[in-house]
């Protein structure tokens, strides 16, 4: 059996869920192993964010999004909504900010010493709940999903825009 390893960068935006097709990405990696019958797996190492397989919308809102994504934040929003105060969700609670605090990048994540930075207990859930990986069929050196069946790569964080990592490991013959 043979393994072959990608890990791409995605770019976020913040502020609101970004989703990002990387369909493109996955066939090419499944064309670059040479595998022919497997699988191949995406996963987000973040904690906020998430794999997941839809079809793909032709039509888009004024932000860019396409209709599934539109409503699937509707649905989000009503089951985990943003986390727009403290009070909202537990978390973060005074020894995470301390934790975070004491980071040598913690500027990175409290920019000027700002806490709600780190309101983003609503993309952890939403993340939880979508999951962070896919499995598909590998089927004669191709991505084995039907026409409009797309993968995307979905950063729940709204807090500012980040450059994410995206692995894709094809195995099989």
């Known amino acids: 059996?043979?393994?072959?390893?990608?890990?791409?960068?995605?770019k976020s935006h913040?502020?609101?869920?970004?989703?990002?097709?990387?369909?493109?990405q996955v066939k090419?990696?499944?064309?670059?192993s040479g595998i022919q019958n497997g699988i191949c797996t995406v996963i987000s190492p973040h904690t906020t964010c998430s794999v997941f397989f839809e079809e793909f919308v032709h039509d888009y809102n004024e932000d860019g999004d396409e209709?599934?994504?539109?409503?699937l934040n509707h649905v989000l929003e009503k089951i985990i909504p943003d986390?727009?105060?403290?009070?909202?969700?537990?978390?973060?609670?005074?020894?995470?900010?301390?934790?975070?605090?004491?980071?040598?990048?913690?500027?990175e994540y409290l920019p000027g010493g700002d806490r709600t930075a780190l309101w983003?207990?609503?993309a952890h859930l939403k993340a939880?709940?979508?999951?962070?990986?896919?499995?598909?069929?590998v089927d004669n050196g191709k991505l084995g999903v039907g026409t409009t069946g797309y993968v995307y790569f979905a950063d729940f964080d709204r807090t500012r825009p980040r450059t994410r990592k995206c692995k894709i490991i094809v195995m099989g013959e």
């Not at 209709?67 to 409503?71: K, P, T």
């Not at 939880?128 to 069929?137: A, D, H, N, R, Y």
């Open 1 to 10: 059996m043979a393994v072959y390893k990608e890990q791409i960068s995605v």
């Open 14 to 24: 913040g502020k609101t869920p970004t989703y990002v097709d990387i369909t493109p």
């Open 67 to 71: 209709f599934l994504q539109e409503d």
């Open 120 to 122: 983003n207990c609503d």
């Open 128 to 137: 939880t709940l979508i999951g962070s990986s896919q499995v598909f069929e």
């Open 83 to 107: 986390q727009t105060s403290a009070d909202i969700y537990v978390y973060p609670g005074e020894k995470h900010y301390e934790a975070v605090e004491s980071w040598p990048n913690a500027e």
């Open 28 to 32: 090419e990696a499944i064309e670059k």
